[in-house]
């Protein structure tokens, strides 16, 4: 339902494997500073399948598709997360024929191997009844118990298709999941916000120096009128934040964040202090990523990210809109603040991915890093940082997409940096074809917020979508490891 909900809700604003498995390289760089490149070798893992591929879920379960939603045997939006204690252990949720379900799946040899999870309760083929589930988030205690925030409720009306710039509705509650053993079973949800509202675009941090204490964080959009049978407990057009301090058993009242029109992250720095970044502006057309942080006197006041991604929602030259939103913070160690962007300029046919780097918490900011600047668009950019200060970057471009030809060719890419301006790219999977993924809600999409996260020493893990002809259905996840030296 990061197509549900933040497909219809933030679209509206924004509209009014394994080539290189097991292979070292070393990529030409160019130094941004114009210094001699610090040259990086990177080993690519092999792309090992994220679960079977084919969807345990039957019929449906009841419920009536609107005839773009439950495209069976199809897997989205992986949100990631590593065990801080064993970068062995590994969970990915993610949304299964969306917005049927959302599944989980687990691993604890480094991805070699994984399991499948239906968590109860967030689907209506495991406890519960509405016809919508997603917008999901995953993050790991430093007591490696689990946190997996989503959204449930109805898209209505039901069986009706979407009809982008026509009116919909969401009636969807907040609810939290938790996990003691790494994802091998689950807890029953815990309603955080009730339904009433139109919520999504969920977001959970833990503190990373505190077992027991997480956050989640979620936006209001606003509905036509207020769903029949239903009352409103929150105002439209804010973000919201609540907390637990028992390990998800409850959860604080919902307080303001801010005026926005959609979460993309939320962090904790190891002194307590939140940060939470967001899209806000009355003008769609102007919206930009802003953020806020939140110490003992509460929240300060928005500041404008110095990226701005323009892809959210983009036309492809293969006249295609492709829906797809970047994961745009990252902390990395000593409390430096890592921002990566993607953007796309139709009039030049280029796409670009850059990176900028604050050591104050925002309050200045380096010059941007350009990771990667190619023909086509790219998209879908993600960040992650390691404990020895090195960034890894995912997106996808389409560099070797062919005009005219009907498919949207297309490949996950990664690149690794010790300095932060010096960029050393890869490959992550053979070429797929956008073109044949799923089209939830009529716009082509793999996922939202794919995340990037340390997996031990040397090494960084991420999980993506990818369409035919690598995947079983319209989409597939795939997990790369990619190590790195100097």
Not at 57 to 68: E, N, P, V
Not at 286 to 295: D, G, L, W
Not at 467 to 482: E, K, M, T
């Amino acid at each position: 339902m990061r197509i549900a909900v933040i497909g219809a809700g933030l679209v509206a604003g924004v509209l009014l494997a394994g080539c290189d498995a097991g292979r070292e390289q070393t990529a030409d760089v160019v130094a941004q500073s114009g210094e001699a490149p610090e040259t990086v070798q990177l080993t690519v893992g092999p792309a090992v399948r994220i679960g079977t591929g084919t969807s345990p879920l039957d019929g449906d379960c009841g419920k009536l598709s609107d005839g773009y939603t439950y495209p069976d045997d199809t897997e989205t939006d992986p949100r990631l997360a590593i065990s801080p204690t064993d970068p062995a252990r590994i969970a990915v949720a993610f949304m299964r024929d969306p917005v049927l379900a959302i599944s989980a799946a687990t691993s604890e040899d480094g991805g070699a191997t994984w399991q499948e999870a239906e968590p109860p309760g967030l689907s209506p083929c495991t406890g519960t009844s509405y016809n919508s589930y997603g917008d999901q988030d995953l993050a790991a205690g430093i007591d490696d118990r689990l946190y997996l925030v989503a959204v449930q409720g109805d898209f209505t009306p039901e069986g009706q298709p979407l009809v982008l710039g026509e009116e919909y509705w969401m009636n969807s509650a907040v609810t939290v999941s938790t996990s003691a053993d790494f994802g091998r079973t689950w807890s029953q949800p815990v309603i955080v916000s009730p339904l009433g509202e139109y919520q999504h675009t969920t977001l959970v941090a833990t503190d990373p120096a505190r077992p027991g204490i997480a956050h989640v964080a979620w936006h209001v959009h606003r509905n036509p009128s207020q769903p029949e049978g239903t009352e409103s407990h929150l105002d439209d057009g804010a973000v919201y934040m609540a907390s637990t301090l028992d390990g998800g058993a409850s959860w604080s009242e919902p307080e303001t964040v801010m005026a926005a029109r959609g979460g993309l992250d939320l962090l904790q720095f190891d002194d307590g202090e939140l940060l939470a970044v967001t899209l806000a502006g009355e003008d769609p057309a102007t919206a930009a990523m802003v953020f806020s942080r939140r110490s003992e006197d509460g929240w300060g006041e928005p500041s404008p990210l110095p990226l701005q991604s323009n892809t959210s929602a983009f036309m492809h030259p293969e006249n295609e809109m492709v829906l797809a939103i970047d994961m745009p913070v990252s902390l990395g160690p000593d409390g430096a603040l890592h921002q990566v962007a993607s953007s796309y300029d139709p009039a030049t046919n280029r796409g670009n991915v850059s990176v900028v780097t604050s050591r104050d918490r925002g309050a200045s900011w380096s010059v941007p890093a350009t990771v990667a600047d190619v023909e086509g668009p790219a998209w879908n950019a993600a960040i992650g940082a390691a404990p020895d200060g090195a960034l890894g970057v995912f997106w996808y471009d389409a560099r070797d997409d062919v005009a005219g030809d009907g498919a949207i060719t297309t490949r996950a890419r990664f690149a690794v940096s010790l300095d932060g301006e010096s960029w050393t790219e890869t490959a992550l999977s053979e070429p797929f074809d956008l073109a044949q993924g799923p089209r939830p809600h009529v716009l082509l999409y793999l996922g939202n917020y794919f995340e990037v996260q340390p997996a031990g020493p040397g090494a960084f893990g991420v999980a993506f979508a990818v369409a035919p002809p690598l995947s079983v259905g319209a989409a597939d996840l795939h997990y790369v490891n990619v190590a790195y030296r100097p």
